[in-house]
């Protein structure tokens, strides 16, 4: 019965297929190794986008925002009221995130409260996430064009973007946002030129931390969908695991949905709550 169910649907997805036209017939060029030299140079453009992120890091005291990330955190020990939107209309994951970093600080000689190196200090897993964010957009860039030129260009662009350097230097979720976003898409680009499990794999996580992270990953997974929509001739093969994979996903951020559509139900929506609403303008 089930090598009949089995063969019922290949015969389904094979009539699909016929409609999708067929590629070029124009190879790829192959993914090479990167040369020492390049690893060199990659590493002087991350040193740099590293530099700069932690110059002045401490300068600003923890502003409004920064503060109700560290309040946050405070509800880790009642990690249902995450989605309450009396207590919260943010994704909780930065918040477990701060929790944490919290918790190793007074594990370890912490400086003193009220200083420049105090502030510092909580700045730095936004810190190191920016720096990530590095690495991250050359190999994504080289996964795309095969070249290394452009994927040294993206980097440089990553390390020295004055947007990318503020939010790198603040205690909010956007620097890591931008990280899991290219983090997926690396993954993605591996998981259509491979086909490895891992690579869908570590494009469901990433993705699904995504919704956990900001409510604003929904639009690159929609992205996402478009881009495959536009590469189906290459990859049409792929199909069912592109759906798999988003059934996945469905099913991981579920219940970050539901939260998002509680916090907008209790009149939470709109700039009074600093989330804006889903829809094309926001995108």
Request: glycine share 6%; hydrophobic share 45%; with cysteine.
């Amino acid at each position: 019965m089930r090598s009949g169910m089995e063969n019922t649907s290949g015969m389904i997805l094979d009539k699909l297929y016929a409609y999708i036209p067929e590629p070029p017939d124009e190879p790829r060029p192959p993914y090479l190794p990167l040369s020492r030299h390049g690893w060199l140079l990659l590493s002087l453009i991350l040193l740099l986008g590293a530099g700069l992120r932690l110059y002045a890091l401490g300068r600003f005291s923890l502003w409004y925002d920064e503060g109700t990330t560290l309040m946050g955190a405070n509800l880790v020990s009642k990690p249902w009221l995450y989605f309450n939107p009396n207590f919260n209309i943010e994704p909780p994951l930065y918040y477990f995130l701060s929790a944490c970093w919290r918790a190793c600080a007074h594990m370890l000689p912490s400086p003193p409260l009220r200083t420049e190196a105090y502030d510092a200090f909580f700045r730095l897993p936004s810190w190191f996430l920016g720096v990530l964010t590095v690495p991250l957009a050359f190999f994504t860039t080289r996964m795309l064009t095969r070249r290394d030129l452009p994927s040294y260009v993206a980097a440089l662009f990553i390390a020295i973007s004055p947007f990318q350097i503020y939010y790198a230097q603040e205690l909010r979720a956007y620097t890591a946002y931008a990280c899991l976003a290219l983090g997926a898409l690396l993954c993605l680009l591996s998981a259509l030129e491979t086909g490895r499990k891992t690579s869908w794999l570590g494009l469901v996580v990433l993705l699904s931390l995504g919704m956990y992270i900001h409510y604003f990953s929904v639009w690159v997974i929609a992205v996402f969908n478009v881009y495959f929509l536009t590469v189906l001739p290459w990859h049409k093969r792929k199909t069912p695991a592109w759906v798999y994979f988003a059934m996945r996903c469905a099913a991981a951020y579920t219940a970050s949905l539901l939260s998002r559509r509680a916090n907008g139900s209790n009149g939470q929506q709109g700039p009074s709550s600093g989330i804006l609403p889903l829809h094309s303008k926001t995108a």
